[in-house]
Each structure stands twice: as C-alpha cells, then as structure tokens.
C-alpha cells in the first residue's frame, strides 16, 4: 500500500471513530425503576380504533390486558384483548377464532420503552416473531366471510405519564394517528426505521390510550 492510500484509509477510519460518539449520543436509555415484577394489568380509557390508508376502520368499545417486564425494566411481552368490535363498511361485528362476538386478541407482543423522535418518552410494540409475517392480529368479520391479518414491523406509542425521571404506580400510554392509516409516530431517537402496521396490503394506524398498573412507586429513567 502506497503512502497517499493509507493515509486516506486512515482518514475513512477516523471520521468512522469520531461520528460513533454523535451516533451513540442520540439513543437515549429509557427503563423503568425498580423493574415491575410479575404480569401487570393493562386498562384501556375509552375505546381503540384501527384504521387504514384506505378509509377503513375496525372500531372496538374496550380493550385490556397484562404487560411482563424483563430483567432491567426495558422490554417484556403484552397481551391485548379488544372487545365490542365492529368493521366499518358494513357495521358487522369481528373476532378473532374462538374469541366471543365481537372480540379480537392479540398474539403476546415484545415491546421495548423507546424514545421517540423529538426525545418524547414512548414505547415500541413488535410483532410475534414466533408466527409468519411479522403478525399481530388475525380475525374475521361479516360472519367470517372477510379475514383480517394485522401485520407490519411495529408500532410507537408515548409514554404521558409519568414524565422522564418522575415516579408513579402507573403509566399512561397513548397511540395516536397524523391521518388515516399514518401513526403519529413512525421513529425512534437515532434511527432511521419506520414503524408501521399493515392490514392486508394497506398501512394501518392504532389508536388508543390506557394504563399500566406498576404495582409499586416506579421511576421512569430517561437519561
């Protein structure tokens, strides 16, 4: 290798160091404190609608479900059950296979607490890795003549309680749309992924707002 070659690889490895730090700075540590033991309760507020870029909607009155944290109280797995659900274009009501009338059951769902875009405190819900095509939901309306399958790579929600170092026995979560089908919020703090559901070929958009029973006084540690 001549002189003039590696002086530009050396160059190339530098800037490479030296943007590691600004990239690292960006990803802002969320967890929560100490780390919520057991399953705990999750309680919607008001009812959740899914909606699509389409126009569509999959209106439900409730939902509820449990949230497990894993060791350092930044990931874990929910289970969310929606009820009083009906489809927009005919108002006929859907459920998942086996699920009452009406009622629609997620698969059990990794979730990581994130921050968004713009340094909000939020959360990160996947997909079940175990299934096929990154799934959430399945469920049939109109008498199970119409199947759904929610899919997509994940969802971002915000975290409105407790803020970023304040204490509570429980926290506020809240899933927004800018638009039919858009989320709210579509990335974290220092990446370049996009979040988003999939209902069929359509994007899709969550909207909902509940709480997450903590058990104890826990911290929310931003920093």
Known sequence: MNKKIMLLALAAVSAVVLALPAMASALIPLHLSPTPAGSKTIDGVGGAILSTSGGTTTT??????????????????????????????FGTSCNSSGAAAGTIVTTALPFHLAT???????????????????????????GGLVTVNVTGNGVLGTITAPACEGSSTQATIT???????????????????????????????QVAHGTLTLGSNTKLVCT
């Open 60 to 89: 439900c009155t409730g939902f509820g479900g449990n949230a497990s944290f894993e060791a350092g109280g930044t990931t874990g797995t929910m289970n969310l059950t929606f009820t009083g659900c009906k489809e927009s274009v």
């Open 116 to 142: 968004l875009a713009g340094k909000s405190p939020g959360v990160l819900v996947t997909p079940n890795a175990g299934g096929a095509g990154n799934h959430f939901a399945t469920f049939t309306c109109a």
């Open 175 to 205: 899933f927004e749309e800018s638009s039919h089908g858009v989320q709210k919020h579509k990335t974290l703090e220092g990446t370049a992924t996009e979040y988003s559901l999939m209902k069929g070929a359509e994007t899709a958009s």
